[in-house]
């Protein structure tokens, strides 16, 4: 039987075990963080559902990015700080949303072509993503780490094991074909 639980240890000692991918480690931050994380998203937003929501998306992205996270504050103090920003960006968002309402309450226009832009957006995403699935393994990937996932090409080169030079050769083969194999179809969906 071990000397320490994981209840005794530091938050330091529980982030190390959590990359390298202790689940009891991480569940051990988890039950120490999330009544916290939740309190201080509800008494912000006073709404109960959205503050689980962010408390989830927070504590869920610390176990996504365990293996590159880097904390220089202690861990209490980077996850309020990340729940900081959570309310902010939701309470900027909300903000958006309440204008244009009242605008389009306002100003609404005569013709509502809302639908049929949606549906052509729709079926321009999945035209892309069939394109993209198509695209080779390797310039596919790189795509979608770069497009989707948001990587800096330095990332993406660190992670394939390949030079930055390399990703951007990638990179700029998938755009040019799919600029190529979209071009044709985006004249055929607007004219």
Sequence with gaps: MPLYMPSNWTDE??????????????????????KKLFVIAANKLKDIAVAE???????ADVWQRRDSIRITTTFSAYL??????KVIDYLARQSRRNRYEEYMLTN????????ENWLSFEELRGR?????????EK?????????EQGYSNKRIAAEQSISEKTVEAHLT??????RSKLSSFLFSLFF
């Design 13 to 34: 000692k529980l982030l190390e075990l959590t990359r390298e991918d202790n689940r009891a480690a991480f569940t051990e931050l988890y039950e120490r963080y999330w």
């Design 53 to 59: 929501e962010l408390t989830q998306d927070i504590l």
């Design 80 to 85: 309020a700080v990340s729940m900081k920003y």
């Design 108 to 115: 609404g226009t005569k013709y509502d072509d809302s639908t």
């Design 128 to 136: 892309l993503e069939k394109l993209v699935n198509a695209l080779p």
């Design 139 to 147: 310039c596919r990937l790189i795509y979608q780490l770069s497009r």
């Design 173 to 178: 083969r998938a755009l040019k074909i799919l």
